[in-house]
């Protein structure tokens, strides 16, 4: 059934009894050319190309719980592609011109919305430092814009712009950037991959992955034994608990990110306003509520919840910025589990297993890749090699010491 304003209206004079469900329940069939473990974003988005651009149909996506029930639909669905580094710059980009278009290929309503993604800086280094991003982001063909001080007040007149520790100079604006609604990526994706024959197995968890000969031949589930000719695995904080299940050790660490919304206010924040001085991030949603997040909890944890340390600091950063919300309520809170890589960028590559393939290592920046990330993976499960925009994303940056460190950290998980 093909969504638009006629159905809407059709159906309505039916009294609205002939919608279907959005995709199928379907039983795991014995066998399938792809299995990708994990139904998240990055997991139904690979199915979705697999069948869409590559014509691989046989596949299954087996999740663990429901659909958008992991990171997919618990985070702060900010999309931006503004980074420095020459291999984020381009898959990101890509990333976003997929995210420009998503809405029509998949015909579902995805609420993307490109209102505009600023980070505030507070010092002459920092100004430099986002300078030299700005530059490098217009040298690949992204937009951006640096203001300075007056221009932000114009903007934004409610910021503390005479904090006496972290007064704001200026911003560096991406107004291509903004938010899209999370758990209707996952339901439009998923919509898109069943119409093209994708089975989506929920509630079945991976719990073993058999092997013979450096070769993977299926998988153990909650629901028996599938075999398969290639094994996928995008399960994001689960990866190296599944990926053990292989014999792989990861180069990545599990840590709690949470994220808060506040009761409904009026409409005063447009974009996205990132505080430069610490971790902290907000947007208003369309009911009102401020979508807000700061730092990941720092400790290692497979728990989907966090501490109130954080909560603290995250509530701290937001005074700091915008002293006016200090009296807000926050309504809700909850944690997801970050796949954070050594280096802060993501893996999307073979393994040591002939035909065992991993996307991982999204840290707390995996949503807005999830279009790029998708085709990519598709890309490199159906052709054996790796996508033009995804090359810097491979295992052996580690054995190289080649690392791709967006923010110059350090390799310690934790910091990225
Ligand atoms: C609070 C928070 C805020 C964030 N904010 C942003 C943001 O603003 N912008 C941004 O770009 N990114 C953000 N992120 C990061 C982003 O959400 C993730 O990087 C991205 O969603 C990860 O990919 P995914 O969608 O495939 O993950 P998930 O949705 O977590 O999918 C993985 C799936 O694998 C399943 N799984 C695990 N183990 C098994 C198993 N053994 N068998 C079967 N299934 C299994 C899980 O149940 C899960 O559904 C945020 C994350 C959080 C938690």
């Known amino acids: ?16 009894q002939s919608w279907k469900p959005a995709w199928r329940e379907p039983q ?5 050319d792809v299995i990708i473990v994990g139904g998240g974003g990055h997991g139904l988005a690979t199915a979705y190309y697999l069948a869409k651009e590559f014509g691989v149909t046989n596949v299954a996506v087996i999740e663990k719980s429901y659909i958008g029930s992991g990171n997919v639909g618990r985070n702060t669905t900010i999309i931006r592609s503004n980074y420095l580094l020459p ?5 990101y980009e890509y990333s976003m011109k997929l995210w420009e278009s998503l809405e029509q290929e998949l015909n579902f309503n995805a609420m993307v919305s490109q209102r505009g993604v600023l980070n505030l800086f507070h010092s002459d280094a920092q100004r430099d430092a986002y300078t030299r991003r700005g530059n490098a982001m217009l040298l690949h063909g992204v937009d951006a814009e640096l203001l300075d ?13 005479d904090n006496a520790r972290f007064p704001i100079q200026g911003g560096l604006l991406q107004r291509r950037g903004g938010t899209v ?33 450096g070769r993977v031949t299926g998988v153990e589930t909650t629901k028996g034994f599938i075999r398969c000719a290639k094994l996928g695995l995008a399960a994001a904080g689960n990866s190296s608990r599944v990926a053990s299940m292989a014999g792989l050790k990861l180069p990545i660490e599990s840590h709690v990110l949470q994220a808060f919304v506040s009761e409904g206010l009026k409409p005063f924040i447009d974009g996205v306003i990132t505080f430069g001085a610490g971790h902290f991030y907000v947007s208003q949603s369309d009911k009102g509520g401020l979508v807000f997040g700061g730092d990941i909890d ?15 600091h995250v509530a701290e950063a937001g005074k700091a910025m915008i002293p006016g919300i200090s009296r807000v309520r ?19 590559d073979r393994t040591s297993l002939d035909n065992l393939y991993l996307n991982a ?21 159906a052709r054996g090699v790796a996508h033009e925009t995804a090359r810097a994303f491979r295992f052996d940056r580690f054995e190289r010491g080649h690392l791709l460190d967006e923010k110059g950290q350090g390799a310690q998980a934790n910091l990225h």
């Open 181 to 213: 609604r999370h758990d209707a990526v996952a339901w439009g994706y998923a919509r898109g991959a069943d119409q093209r024959g994708v089975d989506i197995i929920q509630n079945c968890e991976v719990i073993g992955i058999r092997r013979d000969n």
């Open 28 to 32: 795991p069939k014995s066998h399938y």
């Open 149 to 161: 001080r007056t221009a932000v007040r114009k903007m934004l007149p409610f910021l503390d712009f």
């Open 298 to 312: 720092g400790y290692n944890s497979y728990a989907q919840r966090g501490n109130l340390a954080t909560v603290e």
């Open 1 to 16: 059934m093909r969504y638009s304003a006629l159905s809407i209206f059709l159906n309505g004079l039916r009294g609205n």
């Open 330 to 348: 926050v309504l809700r809170s909850w944690g997801g589990i970050m796949d954070m890589s050594m280096d802060g960028s993501p893996i999307i």
């Open 87 to 91: 291999g984020n710059n381009p898959f």
């Open 361 to 381: 290592g999204w840290c707390y920046g995996g949503f807005k890749a999830t279009p790029a990330s998708g085709f990519c993976f598709a890309h490199l499960l």
